[in-house]
């Protein structure tokens, strides 16, 4: 589910847990590129998915390990500026042009994608 309103990234996750889904975890290139290609129609920007360093180690919103990458080059940087030292970039998201990933503040509001598992489908 693509969410076209820009929210912070928490924000994000507790509109998806409120849908029954979490924010999107991608296991694979397919699952980059079914992302990508939901996300295709907005304006260049970054969409948030569930990943997330906010403990120091990387980590999906639905629980699940990050076994697939693909950052864009050069990321995850963790950027710090003078005004985010606190905070760096915890958060994770696709860029909706080449499906590439990066990192960011978690305070920034960017559309983002839910994801729901399915069970007992016929």
């Known amino acids: 589910m693509f969410r076209r309103k820009p929210v912070k990234w928490d924000t994000a996750n ?11 975890s ?4 397919k699952e980059n590129n079914f992302i990508k290609s939901l996300i295709s129609t907005v304006p260049n920007t ?10 120091k180690k990387m980590k999906w919103a639905d629980g699940t390990r990050v076994s697939y990458t693909n950052w864009d080059p050069g990321q995850p940087d963790n ?3 003078w005004f985010s030292w606190v905070t760096g970039e915890d958060c994770g ?3 909706n042009k080449g499906g590439k990933w ?6 920034r509001k960017y559309p983002f ?8 489908v016929n």
Not at 14 to 24: N, S, V
Not at 46 to 55: A, C, E, F, N, P
Not at 102 to 107: F, G, K
Not at 113 to 120: F, N, S
């Open 79 to 81: 950027y710090m500026t």
């Open 102 to 107: 990066n990192d960011s503040r978690c305070d």
């Open 93 to 95: 998201g696709l860029y």
């Open 26 to 29: 991608v296991h694979d290139k």
């Open 113 to 120: 994608v839910c994801k729901a598992h399915v069970t007992g």
């Open 46 to 55: 970054l969409v948030w998915v569930g990943l997330s360093d906010v403990h």
């Open 14 to 24: 507790k509109i998806c847990k409120g849908m029954g889904a979490h924010l999107a």
